[in-house]
Each structure stands twice: as structure tokens, then as C-alpha cells.
């Protein structure tokens, strides 16, 4: 109880750090390049003298630690300001003072709409991968060298050298628009999301094929095993009870690591299959300059990232008490 | 058969005299994988240099009567024309010829910068600790949290995309992976006899870290980056693909999928052929960088 | 003869590589009756473990049984059906292997696996007849504790501890036939003795066979009552202890008697060249504590107290010894002495200057005349630089000569400690423990230094290539008039090399005296615990049942008050368990840390 809340307190401490050591990097450079964000809400037809003014009350000119200081203070009162380009109800609004400010969508309303959907893609791709990946893995670990460890190689080969972009394009092609099998392209309900999460599944499968391969292979070749058959275990129990229970501390690890691989794949084929999710909300915010949802979502991932992580680490020092942290 | 002291010593006498680098070769090189790799790498890529040079078609140039050829293999295809032409009458082929130059060139060069910057940065943290060493694992904690991908394109809207600032900004996305590796490595072999031999005989830090540490540790790293030039090209690819990579005309992976994918249904080939020698490219890359990899686990296991 | 509980007949193993066969084992026939003791003694490589695997049924990949039977009670091991096999093997036959650290699945409770063998081989005992069975039997083997034990993981218990639980796992299914493979091996000789005397112990009421394989060869004689010599994978000779010693028929055999250390009987004390008062090297009363992070708490962090106070000083020309078992500070002092790192507190002088006052240049110079020799052969060169150069890199660091005054020298000095000169291009890689040992000295030699420090310099090599380093050492001493300090845990080395040996347990000196007075008139009751546990052929002054008491030495992060040592101290009195008591002077240039001693001390005041 003692290790765990300790654990906890420390871990939080550090996942704070890193949220705000990211945030601040996204927010000064979002601040430092080219694109006044005033220029974006008013629209090109502004004047000089309006432009200015309104980047002067919303405390555009102020110096970029104290812009921060003040969006954390907003923050920290669950406020993450509102869109420069999304309307409340869906849909963009461009250019133009006359609209209130109160129109424009809030920040953590639009993350609330997309996350659940991203968090449906994204468990549905895990289950594909560990579907795809435990038995290659698991085969190619048990018997390294030999065939099943040549499939795994090979099959993971082929998967990671499968562009995302590109294997979701063809997919969409053949299975969608050719032979109709299953819908993609936009949200209608939960069919939509197999393509998509069958693309990323592929995308994080042949890392996960490798690590467990890798660490049981390493599992069956510790003494301990060997020895247990001489301690008259039978070889079975050894492998369920022992080498995956060893197995799985890599395994886990690789898996907190790559979550934000899986946040980057989820975006691109969110994108290309129009997926209305957090990553495609990213890429609009992104290439609409949109600041304040682009600062919130850096914020939220970030902070996804880092309490998978901690409960990663957590389960891992539950499995194997050597870890420490 | 885990190895003890105890063995006899015909089972135990295995290690060849060799350096750890010449090792890792052979162990490569006796996988099947790595050759076909090899073979398949060295055809696309002397494809993709020479093909361009001895032919006369201009990957740039429009022919507004060659719109929509298909490929050869189907009705109406010429091999004139052998992955067919785009919606400009462009040829496909030799647009994913010059394509592959650039996505090649361009993830060679990121990897090379990635290694250099962040092997030297891990090196140094892992060495010397201290506050180096704190700031630099807070950096990747932070780095690793946010996907490369979504820094590179925050970066690159907010910026010009030109084939230098591509590299630079997938590099800078890229690097602390390589100093986490680095710097793991390097806190492991600081610990060896040998460093402490070298001290004792008075050996300055840095000779001990360029001289002795860094020959050891960053072949096996500087072998299996070799994977990442795949990745790289992917990145280049998305990032093309978006709409934020290097800009048309110069024909990219990318930009020619994004093109072929508004033609889908009439015009499959666009977007699936140059993707599938993207593909095929890869493959061969990703083969040979597993061959590599598992040499290192084994080197790094001692079993070679 | 299916009367005999074990039986090996004609047996031979081959390993397969590269398509051929390379044989291990050859023709090797044993047998063992209910309640007996069958000794096999046998260097490494000799082919013991595999034929300890063997004797269990246990050959596979790379080796192949290529002829012979093992029958146990006359089921032939080898040819059972895999299933069968392997019931008998964890219910009627027990193993202990060498390696307790790697015995046991490392992220589960130690009792838990013992319970899940018992049940996996024994479908008669139940859940809570199997834990009570085991705790009984961890009680039964001296682990303290045992209830709470029974939870704790792998990396909670020590190298002893581990063994004990091996012990446990091997009797909870009630063997008829046990085999103990090296047991001893990896753990420090006063934890042997403990473990030696426990299987004694248990020995005389347990109705088992047992098959007791070792390297040492008075190990083997303690226990057995018959045994066999195996050399490259033969059995060379089969007697009993008494017979053997007596008179040993084969020439390996009596290799291997002449090969064991004598340390109390007839070899010459070394006598000092010529005992200068003057010092080279100066300990005076240092410290250091490594702060660990203490995973329970907040910010916690919990000190390990590895060496705590030792002074002592190295006089020009003479040898001194450093011993003592693991975990007594003998490696952190060696890393403090040659500076890799800082104590905490006091002072270490060379030829009278303070280290910690030295500025960087006379830091290096100070290197040139100090140098150390690492215990490790395989890790102490690095790996990538052929040997000459590595040589050639110790004069390149402090500068000064050009290149053909340092091909020069390389040479010279290369030679001197017989390497060959073509060896010079050559890797680390392809050498043997030996020559790279002396490589490693030649880059200590090449900068003339005044004092050698060897820590475990000699542990790794075998007793030949240990005699020839060894002589090369005093031919040296006598050319260069080096100075030595051996930091060793190997009592017979020391014996035979040092003038004056301090002995350190847990962090602090406990005894410092002439080699003389530590091995026949020892002040310290550690001392005399370390003497008695020494594995040697001879009879010896001291009786490991008289000097030690079971128990485990206490753990640096959590030292009791008091002496460190009173837990096991069969003289331990109140007083011992409260105050610490100090290093003092004997007279005649001993020192010792005993509250018995007290008298004496007084006496000499």
C-alpha cells in the first residue's frame, strides 16, 4: 500500500513536469513563428488598426512566458479557451469580428465529441494487434530459428514496410469502394472503425511480434527454466505460469513507449478515412492554425501518454518486484 | 543450452577472434533475409539513379494526350509508359524513380544527422550524469509523449517546406530516440573494468569516452538506424502526403499519392503503383535492418 | 543389481556441432546405494555438470546420449517416456545446481514455487499440506523466519539463503536420490561451511542416496564416502577419501591432491626482502556510504555502509593482504584507493601527499606510480584495441615520448611479462584469462610504478596459470622493487605471498598482523571462523563447529549495534551486542577488534 501510494505520488509529480515541459513548447512555438493568430480570427480584411487592438486584448503582445502563465491559469480552472475557427455547433467560421466569441466551440467540448470515437478506434486497433501479434510472436519466441520464427520475421517485415497512408488508400479502394465488404470513409457507426483500426493494427503489430519474440526467446534460454523441467514442471505450466509472466515486462514497456506512435498513426488514418476523431480534429487544427485547440490537445494527449505510462510501470512492478523507480 | 562457467570447454570455447563490429557482420550476413534485401535494395535503387539518366521522359512533363494511361499490364497500357501516367500525362514510373531519390536521399540524410547529434548528446549524458543527463531525459520523456509526427507537422505549417527544413525538422522530431539508446548503452559500459582500467592509468574523460567507449557501443546502434531509414520515408511520405512535405513540382511519394487518390475509382494506379514501389522499397530496407538487428541481439547476448 | 538405487553404466554424451560430434562424456559407469555418499571431483570442463544432468535424465539439445543406461531402482532414465520422466525426477530424485541466483523464477515468491514442485509431482499432497510441508522444511534448514520467507522474492534472499531454499525444494517431494551439483561453489566460504555442515546434518536423517559433485577436492573428501576422479569427461580413478589421499593411483589424481594450498603446514612463511619502515601508502580512517533510493518511501533513501573507518599503511617492499568474503568493502576500498572515486571521510596519503589535495597534474603523475590490477580478464581491456596498442595507450596518457621510444618500450615490456611479439596485433577477444591478465599487467609495468595493487587480480585464473602469474610477480618485485597489496577473498594466495595480511568484515578492518600470527595465533574470532571454513586437505587448528554459528552475516544497510560479527560468534557475549569495539594494539604489530582481547590489551598498557 506504502510502495503504491508513494509510487503514485512520484509518478504524477514527474507526468506534470513532462505535460508542462510539452506544453510550453508547443505554446512558445506556436508564438514565435510567422501567423498572427489575430490575423486568423479577423480574416484577411481586417485593418492594421483592428488587427492590432484585438491582438492587444487578448494579450497577444505580451512576453510569451507571461501569455503562458496566463493560459495555465485558465487551464488550471478547466477552461482551455475556445476554437479560432470552429463554430459551436460543427462547421467553421472564418474571418469576421461581428460574430461574439461566445459563438466559437469550446476547446474541451470538441475534444469531449472526437475522443470517445478516437478511444473506440484506438482499443479495437490494440485488439487486432494483439490478435495479429501474440501468436507470431509467441511462436516465433518458442521456437527460435526455425519456421514459425522465419513467419515472424518476415510477416513483421512486410507489415512495417506497409505505409500507413498508402495500405489505408488501397484498402478504402478494394474492400470499401470495389467489393463493398465493409463501410469506411466518415462515421456512421462502429463498422466504420474496422478499417481504420485494422491500418494501425498493422502499423504496430510487427514491433510488438519482435519484443515478444525477442524477450521469450531470452525467457526460455534463463536457467530458471531449464531448471524447472528438472524440478519435474511440466513444460506447459512452465510457459504459462512462468516464461509469459516473465515475458511480459518488456512486452509492457514497449507498449507504454509506443503509445504515442499509436496517437501518430490514429491521426494520419483518421485523416485519410475522414474518421471525425481526436487525430483528425489534430490535422484541422493544425493546417487551420488553430491555436487553442492545437495547446489543448498537446495538453490532453500528453497527459493520456503519461498516466498509460505510469499504469504501465505500475503493472509491471506488480509482475516483476525487482523494478524499481 | 544457457552457457556457465561450468560447461566443458568444448561447449564454451565458441567466441572467434574477431572485433565486435567484424562479428555482427558475419552474423548479418549469413541470414538469407539480408541478401534478398540487399539484392532487392540494390536493383530499385540502381533502377532509381540510372533509369532516369539513360531515359528522355521529363518526370515533370504535362502531355495533355497521355492523361490516364494504365499501366501495361492492363488493356490499353504501353511500355512506354510501364506503371502508366497520371492525370497530367505524366509517367508514373519514372516519377517513382525520382521520388525514391528524394525520399531516399532525404531519410539518409536525417538519419545520419539524428545519429551524429543524438548519439553525441547520449554519450556525453551517460557519461558525465549530472544535470546533462536529467535535462536530456525529461526532454525525451517529452519528446516520446508527443508523436514525431504531430511535432513535424505543428513545425513544418508553421514554417516552409523545403527539402532542407523536411530534414531538419524530422531530424529534431527524431533525435533523442537515439540519445535514449545512446545514453542507456553508455551508462552500462561506464560501468565496465575497462573504463575504470583506463582511469587508473590516468586516462582523460574525454579520451575515454571518444577513444575507448564510443568505437564500442555505436556500431551495433549505428547498424540498426538502418531501420529507421525506412521509417524516415514513410515520415516523408505522410508529411508529402498532407500536403506539408517537399513541394510539387518535385515529384515525392507523397505528393503523387495525394494526386492519384482524388482519381481513385477511374484511375486506380496512381495512388496504388508508386505506393507499391514505396513498398517494395521498404521491404527491402526493413529486411535487411532485421537481419541487422537480430545480429546485434545476438552479439549483444554473446552467442556470436 | 535393479536392488541398486542408482546405476550408470557405459554412459557417454557427445555434443553435436557443426554436424560432428565432440564426445563429453566418455564410458562412464557409477553406483550409489540407499543412504550413501557418492563423491565426484572434477575440474570445470571436466564434463561434471553435464553428467550431474545426466544422473537426473536430463540430456538435451546440443548433447546426445550416444550410448550407455541411467537406471534409477532399473527404469533406465534416458529411455523414459518424457512424461514419466519427469514426475520421477521432481518426486523420487532431487537436484541443487550451482547457481542459486538463477534458480528460481525471479518475479515470484520463493515459497510459492517451492509449493507449486511439490504439487506438480505429487498429486497426494494438497495445497496446505505442501506450504505446511515447505515452511517446516525452511525451518529445518536455518532460515530465520521461514513464515516470512516463504513470501519473499528471489531477490530478496542472499547467495546462502538461496542455496538453503534449493535444499528445501529438492527434499519437499522426498527424494530417494539426491544430486548436489557444485553446491558450494558460488558462495563464500564461511556461507559454504554453513551449507556443508547442514547437509551433515541432514544427511543422517534422510533416507536418500546422494550424488555430491564438486571441484574441490576437500569438499568432496568432508563428505563422501566413496568417490570418483573425472577428467575430460573419464573417470580416471575410484576410491575412497582416505584411500585417495593416501595413495592416488592415477597421475591426475595426484595432480589434483598436489595442486590443493597448504597453509599450516610446511612452506615457508614469505619473509620481507627488506622491511622498511618507509610508507608508501597511507589509509587513515575512511568512510564511504552509498545512498541508495529506498523504494517504500517518499524520497526515501536508505545508506549502505560499505566501508566504515579502516586505516592501515603499506610499507616500501613488503606484500600486504587485503581479505576478507564478499560484501566486506574489500572492492569499494579498492575503488577509493585508486581514486575513481572519493571516501566520504578521511585520508588516503601516497608517499606522504594527501590524494584529495593533488591537483590534476599531480594527480596523473601520482597514477604513473600507483597502478592497480583489476580482478575481471574478460571486461579489464578494451575490447575493441589490439593489445599492443592498449599497452602502447598507457604511455600515450601521460605524454612525453615519441612514437618509436613507446614501440620501443611496448616491446621491451611485453616481453618482460612473457607475451609474444606478434601478439601484439591481436584483439582481447582471442586471448586466454591468463594472457590477458598479462597484458593488463604490462600496461601497469610500462609506467614503472612503485606499488601494485592486485584486486582479485588472480581470482579468475586456474591454480596453473595463478603459480606462473605469481612468480612473475616476485621476479618483478625483485627486479623493480615493487611494493604489493593483494585485496583477495583467497586465504592459500595470501598465505603464500603476503608478509602481513589484514582481515576486513563488513566494512572495517577486524584483524591486521604478521601472516604468521593471522593463520596460527588469530586474535579475532572471524579470523578464526574464516580459517575454519577454508576448504583444505590438511588437518586444521581450527573446527568450523567450534568457530562458527549459523546464521548470515548482517546486511550493510541495516548493521546491528554493536559488532557486526556477534550474531555468528560462537564467543559473542553481552557487551558484544552493544558496543563496537575498536582496532587496538596487541604489541608486536598486531591489531584486533575484539572485546576479548580486552586483557591482553590492558596487559600491554
Known amino acids: 500500500m506504502g510502495f503504491a501510494l508513494t509510487f503514485f505520488a512520484r509518478r504524477l509529480g514527474q507526468g506534470v513536469l513532462i505535460v508542462l515541459l510539452v506544453s510550453f513548447t508547443i505554446f512558445a512555438l506556436l508564438r514565435v513563428v510567422p501567423g498572427d493568430p489575430a490575423r486568423i480570427i479577423l480574416g484577411p480584411m481586417a485593418t492594421d488598426e483592428v488587427l492590432e487592438q484585438t491582438a492587444r486584448d487578448m494579450g497577444l503582445r505580451d512576453p510569451i512566458p507571461l501569455q503562458y502563465m496566463r493560459y495555465l491559469g485558465q487551464v488550471a480552472k478547466g477552461d482551455f479557451g475556445t476554437s479560432f475557427i470552429k463554430a459551436k455547433g460543427g462547421g467553421s467560421m472564418g474571418g469576421g469580428r461581428d460574430e461574439a466569441r461566445g459563438e466559437r466551440a469550446r476547446v474541451l467540448d470538441l475534444v469531449a465529441e472526437t475522443l470517445p470515437l478516437t478511444l473506440q478506434l484506438a482499443g479495437l486497433a490494440l485488439v487486432f494487434t494483439a490478435l495479429i501479434a501474440l501468436p507470431l510472436g509467441i511462436a516465433g519466441g518458442l521456437m527460435a530459428g526455425r519456421w514459425p520464427d522465419k513467419l515472424a520475421l518476415y510477416a513483421s517485415s512486410i507489415f512495417v514496410s506497409l505505409p500507413n497512408f498508402w495500405l489505408a488508400i488501397v484498402l478504402a479502394l478494394v474492400v470499401t469502394a470495389k467489393l463493398g465488404w465493409i463501410p469506411s470513409i466518415g462515421y456512421q457507426n462502429i463498422a466504420y472503425a474496422i478499417l481504420p483500426a485494422f491500418v494501425i493494427a498493422i502499423e504496430m503489430s510487427p514491433l510488438f511480434i519482435r519484443s515478444l519474440s525477442v524477450s521469450i526467446a531470452d525467457t526460455m534460454r534463463h536457467p530458471f527454466v531449464e531448471l524447472a523441467q528438472v524440478r519435474g514442471l511440466s513444460p506447459r505450466r512452465i510457459f504459462s505460469h512462468h516464461v509469459l509472466r516473465n515475458a511480459a515486462v518488456p512486452v509492457l514497456n514497449l507498449f507504454g513507449v509506443q503509445i504515442g506512435a499509436l496517437l501518430g498513426g490514429v491521426l494520419v488514418v483518421e485523416y485519410i478515412f475522414d474518421y471525425p476523431g481526436f487525430g483528425l480534429l489534430t490535422v484541422q487544427a493544425v493546417l487551420q492554425r488553430d491555436f487553442p485547440v492545437i495547446q489543448g490537445i498537446a495538453i490532453i494527449s500528453t497527459s493520456i501518454f503519461v498516466v498509460i505510462n505510469i499504469l504501465v510501470d505500475f503493472v509491471s512492478a506488480q509482475i516483476d518486484p525487482r523494478i524499481e523507480y | 543450452m544457457a552457457a556457465s562457467i561450468d560447461e566443458p570447454a568444448a561447449i564454451a570455447a565458441t567466441a572467434v577472434a574477431a572485433t565486435p563490429g567484424r562479428r555482427m557482420w558475419l552474423a548479418t550476413w549469413s541470414q538469407t533475409e539480408f541478401k534478398i534485401g540487399l539484392v532487392l535494395f540494390l536493383l530499385l535503387v540502381g533502377t532509381a539513379f540510372i533509369y532516369p539518366l539513360l531515359s528522355d521522359i521529363d518526370p515533370t512533363k504535362l502531355s495533355v494526350r497521355e492523361r490516364f494511361l494504365p499501366p501495361v499490364f492492363l488493356e490499353g497500357g504501353t511500355w512506354a509508359h510501364p506503371l502508366g501516367t497520371d492525370q497530367l500525362g505524366r509517367d508514373l514510373f519514372v516519377r517513382s524513380l525520382v521520388g525514391l531519390q528524394n525520399a531516399l536521399m532525404i531519410s539518409v540524410a536525417v538519419v545520419v544527422l539524428m545519429f551524429a547529434f543524438g548519439a553525441t548528446v547520449g554519450l556525453v549524458a551517460g557519461y558525465r550524469g549530472g544535470w546533462i543527463d536529467t535535462i536530456l531525459m525529461r526532454l525525451t520523456d517529452a519528446q516520446l509523449s508527443i508523436p514525431l509526427i504531430i511535432l513535424a507537422i505543428i513545425i513544418l505549417t508553421v514554417s516552409r517546406p523545403t527539402p532542407f527544413s523536411v530534414i531538419v525538422v524530422l531530424a529534431l522530431a527524431g533525435w533523442p530516440v537515439y540519445a535514449r539508446v545512446t545514453r542507456s548503452v553508455t551508462l552500462a559500459e561506464r560501468r565496465r573494468e575497462y573504463v575504470r582500467g583506463a582511469k587508473i592509468l590516468g586516462a582523460s574523460d574525454s579520451r575515454i569516452m571518444w577513444l575507448l567507449i564510443a568505437p564500442n557501443i555505436l556500431p551495433p546502434i549505428a547498424f540498426v538506424a538502418v531501420l529507421d531509414i525506412a521509417r524516415m520515408m514513410i515520415f516523408e511520405a505522410i508529411l508529402g502526403f498532407i500536403g506539408i512535405g517537399i513541394q510539387p513540382p518535385t515529384p515525392t511519394f507523397g505528393t503523387i499519392i495525394a494526386d492519384g487518390r482524388k482519381y481513385l475509382i477511374n484511375a486506380w494506379w496512381i495512388a496504388t503503383m508508386p505506393g507499391g514501389f514505396l513498398f517494395l522499397t521498404l521491404l527491402s530496407v526493413n529486411l535487411m535492418g532485421a537481419a541487422l538487428e537480430r545480429a546485434r541481439n545476438r552479439l549483444l547476448r554473446g552467442t556470436i | ?605
Not at chain 3, 563423491?39 to 544422473?55: D, H, R
Not at chain 3, 547437509?199 to 568432496?220: C, K, N, Q, W, Y
Not at chain 3, 549495534?561 to 604489541?587: K, W
Open chain 3, 1 to 605: 543389481m535393479s536392488e541398486r538405487l542408482l546405476t550408470v553404466e557405459g554412459l557417454s554424451v557427445d555434443l553435436v556441432r557443426d554436424g560432428g560430434l565432440v564426445p563429453v562424456l566418455r564410458d562412464v559407469s557409477l553406483a550409489l546405494e540407499g543412504r550413501q555418499v557418492l563423491g565426484i571431483v572434477g575440474e570445470s570442463g571436466s564434463g561434471k555438470t553435464v553428467l550431474a544432468k545426466a544422473l537426473v535424465g536430463w540430456v538435451a539439445e546440443p548433447l546426445v546420449a550416444s550410448r550407455g543406461v541411467v537406471r534409477f531402482r532399473g527404469q533406465d532414465l534416458l529411455a523414459m517416456p518424457p512424461e514419466a520422466r519427469r514426475i520421477l525426477r521432481g518426486s523420487a530424485v532431487g537436484y541443487i545446481g550451482a547457481d542459486p541466483g538463477s534458480s528460481f523464477d525471479p518475479t515470484l515468491p520463493v515459497g510459492r514455487q517451492i509449493v507449486e514442485k511439490v504439487q506438480a509431482v505429487r498429486a497426494d499432497i494438497d495445497a496446505r499440506a505442501a506450504k505446511k510441508r515447505v515452511l517446516d522444511l525452511l525451518d529445518r534448514v536455518h532460515i530465520p523466519s521461514a513464515a516470512r520467507r516463504f513470501d519473499e522474492f528471489p531477490h530478496q534472499y542472499s547467495g546462502g539463503m538461496l542455496q538453503r531454499a534449493m535444499i528445501v525444494d529438492a527434499l519437499a517431494s522426498d527424494p530417494a536420490f539426491l544430486v548436489c551439483d557444485n553446491i558450494t561453489q558460488p558462495l563464500d566460504v564461511t556461507v559454504a561451511a554453513q551449507i556443508m555442515r547442514l547437509l551433515h546434518e541432514l544427511r543422517s536423517d534422510l533416507d536418500a542416496g546422494i550424488v555430491f559433485i564438486s571441484t574441490s577436492l576437500p569438499v568432496v573428501c568432508d563428505i563422501a564416502d566413496e568417490l570418483v576422479v573425472l577428467s575430460r569427461g573419464e573417470i580416471v580413478e575410484r576410491s575412497t577419501p582416505a584411500r585417495l589421499l593416501e595413495a592416488p593411483a592415477h597421475p591426475y589424481s595426484q595432480d589434483l591432491i598436489a595442486r590443493n594450498p597448504i597453509i599450516w603446514g610446511t612452506p615457508p612463511l614469505p619473509v620481507p626482502a627488506e622491511a622498511s619502515p618507509r610508507v608508501i601508502l597511507a589509509v587513515d580512517d575512511v568512510t564511504k556510504t552509498y545512498v541508495v533510493p529506498d523504494r517504500t518511501r517518499f524520497f526515501g533513501t536508505q545508506a549502505v555502509k560499505a566501508v566504515r573507518g579502516v586505516s592501515f599503511a603499506v610499507h616500501g617492499g613488503e606484500n600486504l593482504g587485503l581479505v576478507g568474503e564478499s560484501g566486506c568493502g574489500k572492492s569499494t576500498l579498492s575503488r577509493l584507493l585508486s581514486w575513481v572515486e572519493q571516501p566520504d571521510q578521511g585520508r588516503i596519503r601516497f608517499k606522504g601527499q594527501d590524494i584529495a589535495g593533488m591537483s590534476a597534474q599531480q594527480l596523473l603523475a601520482m597514477r604513473k606510480g600507483f597502478q592497480l590490477l583489476l580482478q575481471d580478464p574478460f571486461n579489464c581491456l578494451p575490447p575493441n584495441l589490439p593489445i599492443g596498442r592498449s599497452v602502447a595507450m598507457s604511455l600515450q596518457i601521460h605524454g612525453g615520448l615519441g612514437r618509436k621510444a613507446i614501440a620501443e618500450q611496448v616491446r621491451a615490456v611485453m616481453a618482460e611479462v612473457g607475451l609474444k611479439e606478434d601478439d601484439r596485433e591481436r584483439l582481447p577477444i582471442g586471448m586466454s584469462a591468463g594472457q590477458r591478465q598479462r597484458v593488463n599487467i604490462a600496461r601497469a609495468l610500462i609506467l614503472e610504478p612503485e606499488l601494485l595493487i592486485l584486486d582479485e587480480t588472480l581470482s579468475a585464473l586456474d591454480p596453473m596459470e595463478q603459480a606462473r602469474l605469481l612468480d612473475l610477480f616476485e621476479r618483478l618485485q625483485a627486479r623493480h622493487g615493487f611494493t604489493y597489496l593483494f585485496i583477495s577473498h583467497d586465504l592459500a594466495m595470501v598465505r603464500r605471498v603476503c608478509t602481513r595480511i589484514a582481515v576486513m568484515y563488513l566494512g572495517k578492518v577486524v584483524e591486521l598482523a604478521d601472516t604468521r600470527s593471522v593463520f596460527f595465533e588469530p586474535t579475532h574470532p572471524y579470523t578464526r571462523a574464516l580459517l575454519s571454513a577454508v576448504p583444505t586437505l590438511e588437518e586444521k587448528p581450527f573446527k568450523a563447529a567450534d568457530c562458527l554459528l549459523e546464521g548470515e552475516p548482517p546486511s550493510p544497510i541495516d548493521l546491528p549495534q554493536g559488532c557486526s560479527f556477534a550474531a555468528r560468534c560462537p564467543h559473542a557475549m553481552p557487551r558484544c551486542r552493544v558496543e563496537e569495539p575498536p582496532l587496538v594494539d596487541l604489541g608486536g604489530g598486531r591489531f584486533s577488534a575484539c572485546w576479548l582481547n580486552e586483557p591482553e590489551v590492558s596487559r600491554a598498557a
